[in-house]
């Protein structure tokens, strides 16, 4: 009996032994993890940020680490330091993790080999918060994809993980210096897959953000523009790298006061825009392209979109120059290159309205069934170099009757803002274009029909010059005023019946007239008033009627 007690005795102290041991090393483990990890932030990091965590548990033998809580947050005091030796990095990041997970790490390669290698890391609910530098530092970009990596493994030779998963992640970006939003995202979920990080992979261009592929989805963007007039809504983001295509499903510029208020808001006149787009696919993105913070792609498809401008005439008008502000020449002035082949708007709506303050009614020119294809969009200088023009081809019904063709052609880089115009516009009555002429010109149309409108014209950002036909005949007008009293619009009996006098009714026939058109710009206005105020002049000119 004393034997065997002696043997359960041994078995016992043998099993205590085991026990306290295995205890030991879990905690001789756990602290030096979590000093480790501390550590090795701060030294790759130069101080800049500092991590705290509770609930860490690394199980060895499953390769498995779990840890809660995870805050990342950066050093204001070394930021500042940083940015005084001229060292500062483009941006921040501040996290809160609730759950982090990563399995299949192989703690030998990290100890002997400086790598870290694991099968998957997932994270959910994170608050990303991403602090953008102000400084703009010249002479070479900022933070290069080598930067980056270099950056990343800090002490370490290579990082490798099979996958890493985020979801139901928030994200909010605002400036470093200030406490305002820039913008946010909600419920952001990605999947990184093949991960490597290493001197090699940040050159890679066959890798996106260091991974062979990225599925990513996010509910929504929104954030105000500067002057807080606009908000931009940006709704069911998503990303596949397995075409390198960005999909969203809808896009709006909303402006945040109604037409009225937003006039009265400005000592001048402005234009209020009202844009909307769905169903938005950027195609054949250049994962490159993101390295080097440009936008390439083979296409830009938006199935449905509208655009409305309004604009209030009675308001004093804003005599700023808008010299060297033709789209083109906007384009050029894009703070990142950029180049797609083609951008294509398969279904559309386009409406300006506008508030004649002399007639005190609202006009409304129309364009339904607007398909339009713009190509050659770049303000990249190698492919401005072997092709300089941007070519749009427009297709649509005005106010919905008559059939409109038009193709602008846009010299890139040009300095005057070279351009020229060939468009059609087909047979309408012209009783018809009463909505226009009404509210717009004080002038309603009797009777007539217009057959065809051609014109084409050239024109730099001062003037331009080109040749109309109008093919009309029957043509009978009468000129109105606004009654104060009532607010209606009335015949003016005398000036009419003189109008109609030298209006020359018809032009049609075997040799109709085609008027030379010459007009110089008002450089307070826009691109578009310098074609309309063109053909405008030309069908005057055409009709006998030149003031």
């Known amino acids: 009996m004393l034997r065997l007690r002696s043997k359960k005795g041994y078995l016992l102290l043998t099993i205590g032994i085991i026990v306290i041991g295995v205890l030991g090393w879990q905690i001789y483990k756990y602290r030096m993890v979590s000093r480790k990890v501390g550590e090795a932030l701060l030294n790759k990091t130069e101080g800049l940020y500092s991590i705290h965590y509770e609930g860490l548990s690394f199980d060895e033998v499953g390769g498995v680490l779990h840890a809660k809580n995870i805050q990342v947050v950066p050093d204001t005091a070394v930021y500042r330091q940083l940015a005084m030796e001229g060292r500062e990095p483009p941006m921040l990041l501040r996290l809160t993790i609730p759950a982090l997970e990563i399995t299949g790490v192989k703690t030998p390669k990290a100890l002997l080999a400086k790598q870290v290698e694991g099968s998957k890391v997932e994270i959910a609910g994170a608050t990303i918060e991403v602090l ?191 010299v060297g502000k033709y789209p083109q020449q906007l384009l050029m002035r894009l703070p990142i290159p950029i180049r797609i082949k083609a951008a294509v708007f398969t279904h559309s709506f386009i409406e300006y309205k506008e508030r004649n303050g002399k007639s005190d009614s609202v006009g409304k020119l129309q364009f339904y069934d607007v398909s339009a294809t713009l190509k050659n969009i770049s303000n990249r200088k190698e492919d401005i170099a072997l092709d300089d023009k941007c070519v749009l081809a427009f297709k649509a019904r005005l106010l919905n009757m008559a059939p409109v063709d038009a193709r602008v052609v846009m010299v890139l880089g040009d300095r005057r803002g070279r351009f020229s115009i060939d468009g059609n516009i087909g047979g309408i009555d012209a009783v018809a274009l009463n909505p226009l002429t009404r509210p717009m010109g004080l002038a ?104």
């Open 132 to 322: 953008m530098s102000d400084r703009k530092k010249e002479g070479k970009r900022l933070h290069s994809s080598s930067d980056i990596s270099r950056e990343m493994l800090g002490k370490l030779l290579k990082i490798k993980m099979d996958s890493v998963k985020v979801t139901h992640a928030d994200v909010r970006v605002s400036h470093v210096n200030g406490k305002e939003v820039l913008f946010s995202s909600n419920n952001v979920s990605f999947v990184f897959s093949d991960v490597l990080v290493d001197s090699t992979s940040g050159g890679d261009s066959s890798r996106i953000l260091f991974a062979r592929g990225l599925e990513m989805a996010c509910d929504e963007i929104a954030f105000p523009t500067k002057n807080k007039k606009y908000r931009l809504h940006v709704s069911g983001v998503r990303f596949s790298s397995r075409n390198d295509a960005l999909h969203f499903h809808q896009v709006k510029i909303i402006p945040q006061l109604p037409e009225d208020a937003f006039a009265h808001s400005f000592p001048v006149q402005k234009d209020r825009y009202n844009f909307s787009f769905e169903d938005v696919r950027l195609v054949h993105v250049s994962r490159q392209g993101l390295w080097d913070k440009e936008i390439m792609a083979d296409s830009l498809v938006i199935s449905k979109s509208a655009f409305r401008i309004y604009r209030d005439l009675s308001r004093p008008p804003d005599t700023t120059s808008k």
């Open 444 to 547: 309603r149309m009797e009777n007539g029909r217009i057959h065809q409108l051609h014109f084409n014209f050239a024109g730099t950002d001062s003037s331009s010059d080109g040749k109309l036909l109008l093919l009309y005949d029957d043509l009978k007008i009468s000129l109105l005023k606004k009654d104060e009293a009532e607010g209606r619009l009335d015949k003016k009996g005398l000036a009419s019946l003189f109008a109609n006098l030298i209006l020359k009714n018809s032009n049609k026939g075997e040799h109709p007239r085609v008027e030379e058109v010459h007009f110089d710009r008002v450089l307070y206005k826009s691109f578009f008033n310098l074609i309309w105020k063109s053909i405008f002049t030309g069908v005057k000119q055409t009709v006998g009627m030149k003031k």
